[in-house]
């Protein structure tokens, strides 16, 4: 079982830890009655996982869910099927959802020397082609500290995407360093293998 106390952090990206006993899948898609499709995205190997920014929006748009509120999310038993019970405010507000474990890639990245320069990152063989220059360019980046960063990347003729030089800030800043796990996804919340 998961009890998360949502705080201020939590109104922009949600993020649900599992306790040991429970190990997080790759992904939870989860839908409730009013039909709003929300996805929980495990973040590093282990039980963290990650409600991205966008989708946080939603859920706490239709149910105003904000500063001091508890979701509760259980493991139903023998299955790899997830269920949000519980989310509680003062007035102890219920809601039920139905949460379905799925597999999917993510991105994982293990810093390496070489990526303390400029790190590559690479178009996943089942994910949605590489943006062009019209869409939308930037990479949001969660470290082990779960801090969102964002920056912008390029094209290349080989279709590989590298950071700008906001990814030094990232590295100045954070203080991360060879060894540590960062994780990546596109803004729109599509992630990026890399390398």
């Known amino acids: 079982m998961v009890e998360l106390l949502v705080d201020q952090a939590g109104e922009k990206q949600l993020i649900v830890i599992f306790t040991e006993s429970s190990t997080a899948p790759d992904v939870l898609k989860v839908t409730d009655k009013r039909s709003l499709q929300l996805q929980f995205r495990r973040i590093r190997t282990g039980n963290k996982m990650i409600l991205p920014s966008e989708q946080w929006r939603k859920l706490s748009s239709n149910y105003t869910i904000g500063d001091g509120y508890k979701i509760i999310i259980e493991r139903i038993s023998s299955t790899d099927q997830y269920e949000m019970v ?3 405010s003062q007035a102890t507000t219920l809601y039920q959802y139905q949460i379905k474990a799925t597999t999917m890639a993510l991105l994982q990245k293990t810093v390496e020397q070489r990526d303390l320069e400029q790190l590559a990152v690479t178009e996943p063989y089942d994910s949605e082609p590489i943006p ?6 930037s990479l949001t980046v969660i470290d082990e500290r779960r801090r969102p960063w964002t920056f912008d990347y390029r094209v290349t003729r080989r279709g590989r995407v590298l950071s700008g030089p906001q990814w030094q800030n990232f590295i100045r800043d954070n203080i991360v360093r060879v060894g540590d796990t960062v994780s990546i996804e596109r803004n ?6 890399a390398e």
Request: aromatic residues 6%.
């Open 86 to 88: 519980e989310i509680l």
């Open 132 to 137: 062009n220059a019209a869409t939308s360019r």
């Open 188 to 193: 729109d919340g599509h992630g990026y293998p």
